[in-house]
């Protein structure tokens, strides 16, 4: 330690230079959901509550398909950026903040990759 | 101030502290900024219900009865009103947040007329959401 320069001690520290793409991954996530959230909420309106067999056919339709499977993603995605600042913000002990930040990782991928699957399973079903 | 003898209390003298959020009066500007993530979080619950709907329907109707009857109780009813709701308000006040991102926005006057039209887009939103909910 004592035999490092002032320059050797502080080289490194800083910034972790990675917050930029967290930034402009939220915007264009949430750009893409502006978009698809008119569509994806109109059809979903109409097929909640309906029974299962005509709920089901309107996702057959390759439109209703795409937009919902690409709205689950991105919406997975925007939340796991959205949750990660809130966890940064309010949870300051270390293990705990470590540990909620690696569930929540896991819980939106699991859950965006599970939802688009079984998006897809309804679409190509017959 | 400094460490004790025993290197415990540190007396930090009767400094004042940053202000708290309690200390400001609210105002439409910090109050949506509030609301923007409580909505945000909440619309994380949303989406897990809406997972669960898809997973269910993908799995047949007997696992679908069951997220559907929940939907469709006066709970689900009262979850769905809260969510069609904030969903709308993520989404109106989402695009303002954009329009300051993109470098607009910043007057005083037009931050409060468009954080007025963002609440008014949303609540029409949000009702003809819920139109085509139950005409459906």
Not at chain 1, 60 to 88: D, R, S
């Amino acid at each position: 330690m004592g035999m490092k320069t002032s320059r050797a001690q502080v080289r490194g520290l800083g910034s972790a230079k990675s917050g930029t793409d967290h930034w402009w991954t939220q915007r264009i996530s949430a750009i893409s959901l502006a978009l698809l959230a008119p569509f994806f909420f109109i059809t979903f309106a109409i097929a909640l509550g309906k029974p299962w067999d005509e709920a089901v056919v309107l996702y057959k339709y390759p439109f209703n398909a795409i937009i919902a499977a690409l709205f689950i993603l991105a919406v997975f995605h925007h939340i796991n950026l959205g949750l990660q600042v809130v966890i940064e913000d309010y949870i300051h002990a270390p293990a705990l903040r470590t540990g909620m930040l690696i569930g929540l990782k896991l819980l939106c991928g699991l859950l965006g990759f599970a939802a688009a699957f079984s998006i897809a399973m309804i679409a190509f079903s017959v | 101030m400094s460490k004790t003898e025993h290197g415990a209390a540190i007396n930090r003298g009767n400094r004042p502290l940053s202000p708290h959020l309690q200390v400001y009066k609210p105002q439409i500007t910090s109050v949506m900024s509030v609301f923007h993530r409580i909505t945000g979080v909440g619309n994380s619950i949303g989406a897990i219900l809406i997972a669960w709907w898809f997973i269910a329907a993908a799995s047949g109707p007997g696992p679908f009865g069951f997220i559907n009857g929940f939907l469709t109780s006066w709970f689900g009813h009262l979850l769905l009103l809260g969510f069609t709701f904030s969903v709308c308000y993520h989404l109106c006040n989402g695009i303002r947040h954009l329009l300051w991102d993109a470098g607009y926005n910043f007057e005083l006057s037009a931050v409060r007329t468009s954080g007025l039209v963002a609440l008014a887009a949303a609540g029409l939103m949000g009702v003809g959401l819920l139109i085509v909910g139950w005409l459906n």
